[in-house]
């Protein structure tokens, strides 16, 4: 988990508290279908399964810490997924939004990526730094 999965928000951080703060905020939704351990080998599955940073990269975004507009984020996601997605921006310790989080829906069974009914409401203005890692 800590190679395909880790805490970049905190790498130095034990990533337990990431991931069980992931289990308890998503995974226990689809707790009826998948045990702890499926919901995370299925979103290892799923992760693997669409290259992110790929398809941004193909659209010129870098995690490069140069600035992007959010939007160019959105449509590049759409375009190498398929599907629409929802970014999240915080703010560094500098005060630059960042990008922070990009949301893509999947059934009920962790199967498959799907249409959002309801993205997350943008949490960033129109222009954001994307940090380097």
Known sequence: MNGKW????????NSMTFWEHEWEKHGTCSESVLAQHDYFAAALRLKES???LGA??????????????SSSI???VQSG???????????????????????????????????CPLLPSTKCSSQVFFPSF
Request: glycine share 10%.
């Open 6 to 13: 880790p805490s970049l928000a905190c790498p130095s951080s």
């Open 50 to 52: 669409v290259d992110l």
């Open 74 to 76: 959105e449509d590049a």
């Open 81 to 115: 997924t398929g599907y629409s997605a929802g970014i999240e921006c915080n703010t560094d310790e500098s005060g630059k939004e960042q990008l922070y989080q990009i949301y893509l829906c999947v059934d009920s069974s962790a199967s498959n990526f799907i249409s």
């Open 56 to 69: 941004l990269e193909k659209a010129g975004i870098r995690p490069d810490g140069g600035e992007y507009s």
